[in-house]
């Protein structure tokens, strides 16, 4: 991929929390900025995943195709929800955080079972009997709901949370993994419990039951524990992060796991702040950075190996689903990954909420609880009626005009643009574009930002890949802002070709200019000089260069000595059609050029006064300095004014003080204003 200066894409997520500001794809090859026509291209599955997706999938690898078809059912009496349970009759049990309210969802009806007064219904399960089984925080409860009533089941000495619950039919055993102290414990059908595992970590955080062995994962320590007996654990992994947030055992034994690198913005460490409140639930909202999220998979024998890894946020829900393939759910942008035997990730479902903190993809149903606001999604299917991916807002920078959209595609889509001039679309931006489903000019008027809009009528399974969008933006004078000739401050002081004081007089001067370039165009630059007080302009680069950089350097030597001034012309004719081009001038300020000594005239030495004139071309006059010969000490004298300020000056001095005892020779040295000097010696007897 080839990064073009100065474009970026706007991520677009359609929530008033979730703005934020990528880097565009853009692919010219061989060509340099700002050169004619720049081109959006979009191929990689990042390009096309912060778009906007309703019922498209898009992998790795660039591909968008149909995706979970999502129906939708707002959960009202709650913000948060925490656990689900699919029953046989087809309803979905919610464990929520308002209040640990425990809620019903059977079609569109969603209906209050009841208020357990908990902070939060941590984790759902049916366990013996058919009865279903609770975890809750902070009182360390577990409940059960039998007979439509709900009741206390067993409260954990010195537990405080329960994270987690898992049913083993095998052993007839309910495990709760739990903290503040990191605590697995086996529960029998009469409520009594035992310690089964206690972790060197505060909190175990997850727990799943494979056959004659129980799994939990422990925070603030990412670590994977096998149990195979009471008090007989092994670490199966250590992920070097802090949490491990779901574990499901597959049906031949393999064990998926997801862990998190999160900091302050964990569930353990917001309940932990928040176990006090009554009645708000335990925020699960994550940071907008949301930690890092990966995704590994255990062979039965034990070896790992990751399939997904997330750098931008975490993962707070896993689900098998009855394709073989792992699902989970992230905690900032709402979406639902899976990943293939190639580790290619596949982006499933993005919904509007923040978390999907519950997966039921096991059972015939398949349904996908979000929060933030709480909503459960059923999966009718992939691909519905009118699945849509909207891309990024992409910027060009400037006002454009965009060319002719094209894509890769397997079968019919339909494609809209909209533009418009500000980074979010509002009213000002243009209407969509009638639909097309073969590429042709884009349709919308020019504007800054541009929108892509892909629709898949009917569901067909088509893929979309790669599209490009061709787009020239307006032409805008290159402007030269100042010219510096050497000097710290040239729009006030004059500079003049020569060398400084400590080395050989040079007959040059560095040039030096500034430009404002706001379409980052190709430039070309022209360089021009005059005398002062002449009109004709010179040209001052040898015929045919053409000069690109910002600086030069001016040599001065065969010219006559005198003021000048030069012209830099700036050009942007390189990057665009003739009839097109624009140009921009700016003269700069005095440049002496100054290649010949002063001289000294009448230089004698009466008793202690030492006198002379001295006269230079060009001039001012800049220094005088005496100095005994052989000693390189040098003394400053002023002339005979008292200031240095014409081309002759006259040198009338008392040096008693550097005449000492016996004969001396004396040297007397003179510099012009481009530091052209002389030196004459007299004796003093």
Do not use: C
């Amino acid at each position: 991929m080839t990064i073009q200066p100065k474009m970026s894409i706007k991520n677009m997520k359609y929530r008033a929390w979730a703005v934020s500001i990528g880097v565009a794809t853009l692919l010219v090859a061989g060509q340099s900025p700002g050169v004619g026509t720049r081109r959006f291209v979009l191929d990689t599955g990042a390009d096309f995943k912060n778009g906007d997706l309703k019922g498209v999938a898009v992998d790795s690898t660039g591909r968008l195709r149909p995706g979970f078809d999502l129906g939708e059912v707002r959960v009202t009496d709650a913000s948060v929800i925490w656990s689900a349970l699919q029953r046989k009759d087809g309803s979905v049990l919610l464990g929520t955080g308002n209040e640990g309210k425990l809620l019903s969802v059977k079609g569109a009806k969603v209906s209050l079972l009841a208020e357990t007064k908990a902070l939060v219904i941590t984790s759902l399960v049916e366990g013996f009997g058919g009865d279903v089984f609770m975890g809750t925080l902070p009182e360390g409860k577990v409940l059960k709901l039998s007979g439509g009533k709900v009741t206390d089941f067993v409260k954990l000495e010195g537990t405080e949370h329960i994270w987690q619950l898992a049913y083993d039919a095998a052993s007839r055993s309910l495990y709760a993994a739990t903290g503040p102290e990191g605590k697995l414990w086996r529960i029998d059908a009469n409520g009594r419990a035992q310690v089964h595992f206690d972790a060197q970590e505060k909190h175990l955080m997850s727990v799943a039951v494979g056959k004659g062995v129980v799994y939990a994962g422990a925070s603030d320590k990412a670590k994977l524990y096998a149990i195979k007996a009471p008090g007989r654990a092994s670490v199966l992994y250590d992920f070097g992060r802090t949490e491990v947030r779901g574990i499901q055992v597959g049906p031949k034994g393999e064990v998926y796991a997801i862990a998190n690198q999160v900091s302050g913005s964990g569930v353990t460490s917001t309940i932990g702040r928040r176990r006090s409140a009554s009645t708000a639930g335990p925020a699960a909202k994550p940071s907008p950075t949301g930690g890092k999220g990966t995704l590994y998979r255990f062979s039965p024998d034990g070896r790992p190996e990751q399939l997904l890894d997330d750098t931008s946020e975490h993962f707070v829900s896993l689900s098998l689903g009855r394709d073989g393939k792992p699902y989970v759910g992230t905690g900032v942008q709402g979406r639902v990954y899976t990943v293939d035997d190639a580790h290619n990730e596949i982006l499933v479902a993005d919904v509007d909420a923040r978390q999907v903190n519950v997966l039921l993809f096991g059972g015939q149903k398949r349904f996908l609880g979000a929060s933030d606001p709480a909503v459960l999604h059923p999966v009718r299917g992939v691909g519905g009626a009118d699945s849509t991916w909207t891309s990024k807002v992409l910027d060009s920078g400037l006002r454009a005009r965009f060319g002719r959209l094209s894509w890769d595609a397997t079968g019919p889509i339909e494609i809209s643009t909209r533009t418009g001039n500000t980074e979010e679309p509002d009213t000002t931006w243009s209407a969509w574009s009638a639909g097309t489903t073969t590429p042709k000019d884009v349709g919308s008027p020019r504007g800054r930002f541009i929108q892509v809009r892909a629709r898949w009528r009917q569901g067909k399974a088509s893929e979309l890949s790669r599209l490009t969008i061709p787009f020239v933006t307006d032409n805008l004078r290159a402007v030269i802002t100042s010219i510096d000739t050497g000097s710290s401050n040239s729009s006030s002081k004059s500079t003049a070709s020569g060398g400084p004081v400590s080395s050989k007089a040079e007959a040059s001067v560095s040039l030096n200019w500034k430009v404002d370039n706001p379409d980052s165009d190709e430039l070309r630059y022209r360089l021009e000089y005059r005398l002062v007080g002449a009109k004709t302009w010179y040209d001052l680069l040898p015929p045919g260069e053409k000069l690109t950089s910002t600086s030069h350097k001016w040599k001065t030597e065969d010219l006559p000595e005198g003021r000048y001034r030069v012209r830099v012309t700036v050009s942007d004719e390189h990057s665009n059609p003739p009839e097109q081009v624009t140009r921009h001038q700016l003269e700069s300020g005095i440049v002496i050029v100054d290649n010949s000594p002063p001289r000294i005239e009448g230089l004698k030495l009466t008793g202690t006064r030492l006198t002379a004139n001295v006269v230079d071309g060009v001039g001012p006059i800049q220094r005088i300095e005496v100095s005994r010969a052989g000693s390189d000490e040098w003394f400053p004298f002023h002339p005979k004014d008292g200031i240095f300020d014409e081309a002759k000056e006259e040198l009338d001095a008392d040096i008693k003080s550097l005449l000492g005892q016996g004969p001396a020779v004396l040297a007397v040295r003179v510099y012009d204003e481009g530091n052209n000097f002389v030196v004459r010696n007299v004796a003093a007897r």
